[in-house]
């Protein structure tokens, strides 16, 4: 059952919409989240404001991934609240319910249908009713078609529209599945690593493709290829530990005495002698970054 803040009732019916009048969008409050004694959350605060789009970065290990699962229900924390503009509690809902309400998710690797039609990919994931007669034999309204004439201009698969989506290349696929995620009408979009494994040019339109999704959406994504974050960051939010280390514009989170230290390992006061044995820098963080998040995690 979706309900807000004060437990109240909201019905799918209702077509949520977040109050988002003091600009927030997602409020992640105090969250922590233990695996058998490892906090890989630690009472951790994130804001995304409505429309932005923001970077996730941080090492192996920093919380990204759990953050995601917390906030689309797919684990649910120990302690924190997190709501979805100021009236829905997001910890009331499933996984379905969640993303009902208007926040979609796409993983790393693409989950498309590939023994289905580009065209048809999209037409099953439009937001409405989602019974299997209606999504098998159902006729498209007149909006409907113009719905996924919009979406495959958007993300540029218009001539292959009728290709089998098997035939597409990895970028396509991904840009297939961030069209099936705005099939759905969702407010927050949560994109994990999407250019992975992406040629040069791939890149390039994947990072013109979630800029322009920003201010109708807010987008969040998580990626560890630091080229593609400097051109796409307005945000960038650090994690560490399970906790919000640093955040601010690229260039303010790469100067940061906190990141700097604790990315040049200086916290442990270890001796930094073999500091360089990876090619991390001893002058500036911002290397040492690009490197930690490279890893997984």
Known sequence: MIVDKAGTPITATDNVQPDTRHGVILYVEDVSVSFDGFKALNDLNLYINDGELRCLIGANGAGKTTLM?????????????????????????????????GIGRKFQKPT???????????????A???????SLFGKLTGEQRDRIDEILRTIGL????????????????????IGMLLAAEPRVLLVDEPVAGMTGQETERTAELLTSLAGEHSVVVVEHD?????????????L??????????????QSNPEVIKVYLGEDSGEDSGDDNSEGYPSESGEEYIEASSSKEG
């Open 158 to 177: 218009t001539n292959e529209a009728f290709y089998m989506a098997e035939r597409l290349s990895h970028g396509q696929k991904q840009w297939l599945e």
């Open 226 to 238: 630091m080229a593609f974050v400097r051109s796409i960051a307005r945000t960038v939010t650090v």
């Open 240 to 253: 560490h530990q399970g906790s919000v280390l640093a955040e601010g514009s690229m260039s303010e989170v």
């Open 128 to 134: 409405g009713d989602k019974g299997i007669w209606t």
């Open 112 to 126: 498309v249908f590939e023994a289905l039609s580009v065209y048809k990919n999209i037409e099953l994931s439009l």
């Open 69 to 101: 699962d917390v906030i689309t229900g797919k684990i649910r924390p120990d302690t924190g609240k997190v709501n979805f503009g100021q009236q829905v509690d997001l910890l009331q809902l499933d996984e379905s319910e969640i993303a009902r309400v």
